[in-house]
């Protein structure tokens, strides 16, 4: 088992849609937690991160962190196309600077 | 401020050559670390280089080597290449100072091998 699991996608939405992008992980030490998205042929840019456990808002991007499930969520308010991408959930690994990524979910936002 | 550079941006070797990659942070950052890309793995940490040394490393075979220089710019070798190793190679960079400061990547090196 993955330490940290993501579906791959695609998912595909309608413009002005809300998206809600899920990765769960194992390891209960993980306490940062970042979502970062990467356009083809570009590297990841960071989006967003966040400590521990509740919720952290940035524009129409809110990171939603649950310690107690182990589950993380990113969502997109009012989708655009240029939002079409992969988002990356990362982690790192306690008392190292070792990321640990979910392999990306491919978003397609359609006009 | 210049982002994280990679050269060569795609590569074609065939099995059993070697390889090597150069990355260059971000100017003022002491940081780099390596990542592998594929399809199936996603995104996959190979090492990390702070002030010339390594300071933190993943689960890849000895094939998979690297170093930094006194400028921060990095080098990563594959010697023997396989066909698995064909993949999209990242560089990141980051002031070192903290685990959690940001990693900035570069665009990649997209490595072929036939």
């Known amino acids: 088992q993955k330490e940290v699991e993501q579906d791959p996608g695609p998912l595909s939405v309608p413009e002005g849609a809300i998206v809600s992008l899920n990765c769960t992980y194992s390891n209960s030490a993980f306490q940062y937690f970042m979502w970062y998205r990467q356009y083809s042929r570009k590297g990841p840019e960071l989006l967003m991160y966040t400590y521990s456990s509740g919720n952290k808002e940035d524009g129409r991007f809110t990171a939603q962190v649950d310690k107690s499930s182990k589950y993380i969520s990113l969502f997109i308010r009012d989708s655009q196309p240029s939002d079409s991408a992969t988002y990356l959930c990362?982690?790192?690994?306690?008392?190292?600077?070792?990321?640990?990524f979910g392999t990306g979910t491919r978003l397609k936002v359609l006009a | 401020k210049a982002g994280v550079t990679q050269t060569p941006r795609y590569l074609i070797k065939t099995r059993g050559q070697q390889v090597t990659l150069s990355c260059s942070p971000i100017s003022g950052h002491r940081s780099v670390s390596w990542y592998q890309q594929t399809p199936g793995q996603g995104l996959q940490f190979l090492f990390e280089y702070f002030s010339e040394t390594q300071r933190n490393k993943g689960n890849f075979p000895g094939r998979f080597s690297g170093r930094q220089f006194s400028n921060s710019r990095s080098e990563m070798n594959v010697s023997t290449l396989e066909l698995g190793d064909s993949a999209l190679y990242l560089c990141a960079s980051s002031t070192g100072a903290s685990s959690t400061d940001t990693q900035y990547f570069g665009p990649g090196t997209r490595l072929t091998v036939l």
């Open positions: 990362a982690m790192i690994e306690p008392g190292t600077y070792k990321y640990i």
